[in-house]
């Protein structure tokens, strides 16, 4: 027993002393709370760039050094996290969920920490609402127009499509779903029906069941893999023809394994690229990672690292690098090609949507398959909604 | 067990039921108030951010654990509890209520809340109730997400740091004054109150409900008292909570919540004031110290870093396990325990 406590000890002292003069970056990740089923490749993406970038000259001459803390999905423990990163003097931080991004907002923004987080609610893509948060990905409602816009663009009968709603109820879920349903209206969709089927639902067949009474041509789904996958197999098993259209962490690789065959001829939308995708970047993740392919997640975890790094060295091309002058920084970010890994980027003092172009993929045959950039109109008035 | 030191003769009945009998036992809470209000000058904002966070979690506990260790009645809606007063104090701050009165406001929301979900209590026991009180957390939940236009639904709800005469409240150092007077505060109340006539009667009514009504405490009225009381400060703890972290979303007042402050008492003690407060240390305590544990493992040995931080949530488990096995009867008494060791050293009895 006190063998273990010094040992403890020791170990608590080595992390304190471990100190360097490298920029500091807090990596705020889900390693083993609910969502770290994907939290964990995002964040093997975001290590997997600063190590390369650290290997290939830093920001300029200077390495970056990344402070992972898992958090859990907690939002007492992301602060206390967020609390540890400032005194550790960071000078930026990757986050990950919705909660914790919202609960920090006003805190980094006190601090002047700019943050690129995987949380993609529309809100906080407006700096007068959150001056300090930065996505590498539009935002859950742009996402969804760019998806309703490329399924009423390859609608070919001449009656106008029926569209339904599947989500949680739950923040994440019920966010988008207004000015999705504006924006269908626009477009000439009959809206049919929602449905609410939760994130650990094992079945849906009673909201499928009322959904096939109205014969939805397509079905939104904004959930989580699984949540998705029970909601398509149980569509199979109903019989349903209806295509369905899965937001961002609604689908990715794990999608085959969990519905099987019933996955095959939906789509999905994603804000980067798939591993393997014929783009100048995929060379550097396939040598990274030794050819082993890796998930949808894990490449937008690379491309967010990538962009807040680009920020850094435009920082320190204009000065010293600190959080302020890293976001006035990437606000003069314009259309930063993440070597083809996702679309380009540009972000502006009033607007920090990064662009409003979404990935449309393809299930087929066990595979995502990548089909078309759709991209929509950086329009002023959908900027936080 | 209570011990007093030897020659502590009380000459009144007022001084018998003195919170703190002893000189030494004052002398011993001074200083640690001394120490404790020293803090903020030498400790970094991470070590600050903490003790904040120990002491809401301290409210939070206190509250439950009058409630459900002192009054019996099992709540399995406390965050949600938590959740009103912060969304009640938040409000009322963002019409320009200045904050005491904010955050009153919101514990007499959460107050009223909580004993409307408390009226099935009279009919309900134990693991009924426990269910009943679970509605709650679920129907709240659904009104923080729904009714947009008070909460803010999904988008969440902004509130500034607290300000009190035009002086800021907007760091880790000076919050942490704040949040330590309510907090004293709320556990000076909670102590008095067990000491009184419905303190009593909540012991009753926890021990045998029949025996209680037969001696004449009215069964109902007391329930919804305790629910009241309870949720009162379980609202003071959401409104320092919405007031410290500045941003509230229904995400933070989910049954996790709830479920944490049950894992306080029982790990602190049930019924036991001091074994709310140190709950509250471990349990928030717990995961910072895992993380520090892994990630300093991380530095010497990454292979057994990752394997040990998938782990983390296991061993968070494994402990409250352990904890329940050994020490069912929680911190309190492993205190309790070291303190007669003391007391008896070296004689064993």
Request: proline share 4%; with cysteine.
């Amino acid at each position: 027993m006190k063998k273990l406590l010094v040992l403890t000890v020791l170990a608590l002292v080595a992390s304190i002393s471990t100190a360097s003069a490298a920029y500091k970056v807090g990596l705020l990740s889900d390693l083993t709370g609910p969502t770290s089923s994907v939290g964990a490749p995002y964040a093997d993406g975001i290590k997997a760039y600063v190590a390369w970038l650290n290997d290939n000259g830093g920001i300029a001459g200077e390495p970056v050094e990344l402070i992972q803390v898992d958090y859990a999905y907690n939002v007492q423990q992301a602060l206390a996290a967020y609390k540890r990163f400032t005194s550790s003097g960071i000078v930026a931080m990757q986050g990950w969920g919705t909660g914790d991004t919202e609960a920090l907002v006003k805190f980094v923004a006190k601090d002047h920490i700019p943050v690129f987080s995987a949380s993609y609610s529309a809100h906080l893509m407006d700096p007068a609402k959150a001056p300090y948060n930065f996505t590498a990905a539009p935002d859950y409602s742009t996402q969804g127009r760019a998806g309703l816009k490329y399924l009423r663009e390859s609608w070919k009968e001449a009656r106008a499509p029926k569209l339904a709603f599947v989500f949680p109820d739950n923040p994440y879920g019920s966010v988008p779903i207004p000015a999705m349903k504006e924006f269908a209206t626009e477009l000439g969709f009959e809206i049919v029906g929602q449905e609410n089927v939760d994130l650990k639902a094992i079945d849906a067949t009673p909201q499928l069941l009322s959904l096939k009474k109205v014969e939805p041509d397509f079905v939104w789904t904004g959930g989580t893999t699984p949540s998705t996958a029970v909601i398509m197999k149980d569509a199979q098993k109903l019989g349903m023809t209806c295509t369905f259209l899965t937001n961002i962490w609604s689908s990715d690789e794990n999608i085959f394994k969990l519905a099987g065959d019933a996955a095959n001829g939906h789509f999905g939308l994603q804000g980067g690229v798939i591993y393997g995708q014929d783009v100048p970047g995929m060379k550097i993740i396939r040598e990274l990672t030794k050819d082993q392919p890796q998930m949808t997640h894990y490449v937008r975890g690379f491309v967010s690292a990538m962009v807040m790094c680009e920020g850094m060295k435009m920082a320190k091309a204009g000065g010293e690098v600190t959080g302020e002058s890293i976001k006035a920084a990437l606000e003069t970010m314009r259309d930063f090609d993440p070597q083809g890994l996702a679309p380009a980027i540009s972000y502006f003092a009033d607007d920090h949507r990064p662009n409003l172009s979404v990935n449309i993929t393809a299930f087929t045959d066990g595979k995502l398959e990548f089909v078309k950039t759709e991209t929509l109109e950086r329009k002023k008035e959908w900027l936080g909604h | 067990m209570s011990m007093h030191k030897c020659g502590l003769f009380y000459t009144t009945y007022a001084r018998e039921d003195g919170l703190f009998p002893s000189k030494f036992q004052k002398t011993c809470l001074a200083l640690f108030f001394a120490v404790l209000l020293a803090c903020p000058q030498f400790l970094d904002s991470y070590v600050m951010s903490i003790l904040n966070l120990i002491l809401i979690a301290v409210i939070g506990a206190v509250s439950l654990n009058l409630l459900t260790g002192v009054c019996g009645q099992m709540s399995l809606g406390h965050g949600a509890f938590v959740g009103v007063g912060a969304y009640g104090a938040a409000v009322l701050s963002n019409l320009g209520i200045p904050f005491f009165l904010a955050l009153l406001g919101g514990g007499a929301v959460a107050a009223m809340i909580g004993m409307v979900f408390g009226i099935p209590s009279l009919r309900l026991k134990g693991i009924y109730l426990a269910i009943s009180t679970l509605a709650a957390q679920l129907i709240l939940e659904y009104v923080f997400l729904h009714a947009g236009s008070l909460t803010g639904g999904a988008n969440g709800l902004p509130v500034d740091a607290p300000e009190i005469m035009g002086y800021s409240f907007d760091t880790d150092s000076k919050i942490f004054y704040l949040i330590l007077l309510v907090t004293v505060l709320c556990v000076l109340v909670v102590t008095n109150v067990i000491r009184t006539r419905p303190g009593r009667a909540f012991v009753a009514i926890r021990d045998y409900h029949q025996s209680a009504e037969n001696v004449g405490v009215n069964l109902f009225a007391f329930k919804l008292q305790a629910f009241g009381l309870s949720s009162f400060l379980a609202g003071i703890a959401g409104g320092l909570w919405a007031h410290y972290t500045m941003y509230i979303t229904p995400e933070q007042f989910s049954m996790g919540l709830s479920i944490s402050y049950l894992a306080m008492i029982i790990i602190g003690g049930m019924g036991s004031v001091l074994g709310s407060i140190f709950g509250a240390i471990f349990i928030t305590l717990l995961p910072e110290m895992l993380n520090l544990l892994t990630t300093s493992l991380g530095g010497i040995a990454p292979d057994l870093s990752a394997i040990i931080v998938p782990m983390k949530e296991g061993v968070f488990g494994l402990m409250l396990v352990l904890f329940l096995i050994f020490e069912p009867e929680g911190l309190a008494r492993k205190w309790r325990l070291t303190k007669a060791y003391w007391k008896l050293f070296p004689f064993a009895y």
